[in-house]
């Protein structure tokens, strides 16, 4: 199935569900389920489940957190030097035959070591993107009104205490939240004019912690250097964002300084494997009348 609409019929016997991305639970479905104990979305984000009223009905709701940890991190440092060091620019140019030959199209290029890395949300992923950094000889500076006291000497990194000052010093921000009222656009017009002039954004957490059309206009304007987005409010994207338009766009001056990926920055054969088997124990252990493992609710 592909979606909600498609699964409506067959919900209401079940003892288990177990979902992707893909597809939503909402009051549609949730209010069919007669005897199910529990869902469990296969990967990090649950923000596809209408998990509060799963609890209201006496249904647990889990998720996998830990599967892609390594590999979106992977990929939000991937992200991160293809843009920092010029590599996308240059590569973009040359095949279009438009580059010269040598670093003379794009000068502003910075050793990485000493520059700040700043992470909004020191979970799993954001505490593996921060040892990353650190490997790379970057400052890691975070914001997480939820991290432990004492994290920041676990990792080796600094907090910030609020966001202004997470942004005011940061050179790549990498979002590594989850997707909540409290995160929607947490990236947006306002607090990317507090980056310094010239850093750069890449997201590899959720489409919606990041207002794209907001980085559009920064990289436009300069402000951003560029950007690194693997992930979008809507997936696939329709064509007719003037986000996705402009990527697209050769002639669009952010045009070479935009990378965009299909929702990638998890996937590893390893990862889905783990995910697929993590998924699929847990509803056993519930079925067999153990306690759930990565409760979200």
Not at 57 to 62: H, P, S
Not at 218 to 235: C, P, R, Y
Request: glycine residues 10%; hydrophobic residues 40%.
């Amino acid at each position: 199935a592909t979606s909600e609409e498609e699964v409506l019929e067959g919900v209401a016997d079940a003892d288990a569900i177990l979902l992707y991305h893909l597809i939503s639970l909402t009051k549609k479905s949730i209010s069919r389920l007669e005897k199910c104990r529990l869902i469990v979305r296969a990967g990090v984000g649950y923000d596809n489940v209408d998990w509060k009223l799963a609890r209201e009905r006496g249904i647990d709701v889990c998720n996998v957190p830990d599967y892609g940890t390594e590999d979106v991190a992977d990929s939000a440092i991937g992200l991160m030097l293809s843009l920092t060091r010029g590599i996308h620019f240059h590569n973009s140019r040359l095949r279009r035959g438009l580059g010269q030959w040598g670093y003379s199209e794009y000068p502003a290029v910075s050793r990485l070591r000493g520059r700040t890395f700043g992470i909004i949300g020191l979970g799993r992923i954001g505490t593996a993107a921060a040892l990353r950094a650190k490997a790379l000889g970057m400052k890691v500076v975070f914001y997480d009104p939820y991290a432990r006291d004492g994290m920041d000497k676990a990792v080796g990194a600094q907090r910030a205490e609020t966001m202004a000052e997470l942004f005011a010093q940061t050179h790549v921000l990498s979002p590594h939240c989850p997707l909540t009222s409290e995160t929607r656009h947490i990236v947006n017009a306002d607090t990317i004019a507090r980056l310094p002039k010239g850093s750069y954004v890449v997201n590899t957490a959720r489409g919606g912690v990041v207002d794209v059309e907001a980085i559009l206009d920064a990289v436009t304007s300069g402000q951003l250097a560029g950007a690194g987005i693997d992930v979008l409010e809507t997936e696939p994207p329709s064509g007719e964002e003037p986000f996705i338009q402009a990527w697209r766009d050769p002639e669009h001056p952010a045009h070479d300084r935009i990378i965009v990926n299909p929702h990638t920055a998890f996937y590893c054969e390893e990862g889905l494997g783990e995910m697929r088997m993590k998924a699929v124990h847990n509803v056993a252990r519930v079925l067999r009348g153990e306690a759930p493992r990565n409760l979200v609710n």
